[in-house]
């Protein structure tokens, strides 16, 4: 067809029009609220880099989520927040079946909430290192003296324990399952922690239960926010030794989700979201399983700290980043939104 009988413009026309030929479309079911629980009673302890978002204790959760299932919420990932009394270097407490994680899933399985429960397993928010696993124990010649045994310090990291972390995950994932768990997601970026895991669950009876592996996920400085609300940051050393760096191309991506579908991932993750946009639709379009999106705290306080000034409009700005998970092809989205989200597709 001659380029002069061709109008791009003809199907912008008319909204219905518009409407009618959108090839995406974004529904609650979609969306993954993340969410903070810390042991205690009554607490709802505003995390100051991202607004909106709270430290609950289990009670307070329990009462949120039955408001926000009320209202379509489908799907939420939990994180332990952990007092530094209750923290050590192999992050016990995560193992804890009385743990406010745990104690969470209980709660609303007894509630009947019909939520889908999917926790985060990692240990990061367990250790008083703050790494996402037990650490690697020094070279005898490396540790410096006076300095006792197996203590953690910034001269002797020597990096995460991937086998010894792998090891333990199973069980965290094992303790999960116990209270309540339908999906665990391994983001300590360990190596076959998805396989481990996996022999896990089944050798505890729990073939049933999937796993979503954070299995890209890159080195970010937009975890900025979260290390906050989870007060989980590391007290030496970063994370570079296990989350992975942005200047490789996405052959790197490629390679890490596959080995999760081989390890039995039931879905992959990539994280951050929009810059790492490339990322997602070339992992989606390569593996077998759905694809998840995270958009993680640091997206969601750029978005918040521009409304607030009122440099963007805050709801379309968000759902246009939505979509373009969406088109990436993203079939789950974990988003602080999650809950915006809702109102938001109601009231459009
Ligand atoms: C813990 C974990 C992190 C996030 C999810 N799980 C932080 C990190 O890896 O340092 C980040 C989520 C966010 O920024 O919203 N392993
Ligand atoms: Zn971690």
């Known amino acids: 067809m001659p380029y002069q009988q061709q109008r791009m413009r003809r199907l912008r026309q008319h909204p219905i029009l518009r409407d009618m030929v959108a090839d995406h479309a974004l529904r609650p079911e979609d969306f993954i609220l993340p969410l903070f629980v810390r042991n205690g009673e009554d607490i709802r302890h505003p995390i100051l880099s991202m607004p909106g978002h709270y430290q609950y204790s289990p009670d307070v959760l329990l009462e949120e989520l039955s408001e926000w299932a009320a209202m379509g919420l489908r799907g939420i990932l939990l994180f332990g927040v952990v007092d530094a009394a209750d923290k050590d270097a192999l992050g016990s407490h995560a193992h804890d079946p009385d743990n406010a994680v745990c104690t969470t899933l209980r709660m609303v399985k007894r509630a009947g909430l019909k939520l889908l429960l999917i926790t985060d397993l990692c240990y990061c928010e367990y250790t008083d290192h703050g790494h996402c696993g037990p650490l690697i124990k020094p070279a005898r010649g490396k540790r410096k003296s006076g300095r006792p045994p197996g203590a953690a310090s910034a001269e002797i990291f020597d990096g995460v324990d991937n086998d010894a972390t792998i090891a333990r995950l199973a069980q965290q994932a094992v303790v999960h399952c116990e209270a309540g768990a339908d999906v665990v997601a391994p983001s300590g970026m360990m ?158």
């Open 191 to 348: 190596d076959h922690a998805v396989a481990s895991i996996r022999a896990g669950l089944d050798a505890a009876g729990f073939a049933d239960r999937a796993i979503m592996g954070y299995s890209v996920k890159y080195a970010s400085a937009y975890y900025g926010p979260f290390r906050d609300a989870a007060q989980s940051p590391p007290q030496f050393g970063d994370r570079r030794g296990y989350q992975m760096d942005f200047r490789r191309a996405s052959k790197e991506a490629l390679r890490e989700a596959q080995l999760d579908v081989d390890e039995g991932a039931d879905m992959v993750m990539i994280k951050p979201g929009m810059p790492y946009l490339d990322v997602l639709a070339q992992v989606s379009t390569a593996v077998s399983v759905p694809c998840a999106v995270y958009q993680v705290s640091g997206e969601y306080a750029m978005f918040k700290a521009a409304a607030q000034a009122g440099w963007l409009d805050e709801k379309a700005a968000v759902l246009e980043a939505m979509y373009a998970f969406k088109r990436a092809g993203a079939k789950a989205i974990i988003s602080y939104y999650a809950a915006d989200m809702l109102n938001w597709l109601s009231h459009p």
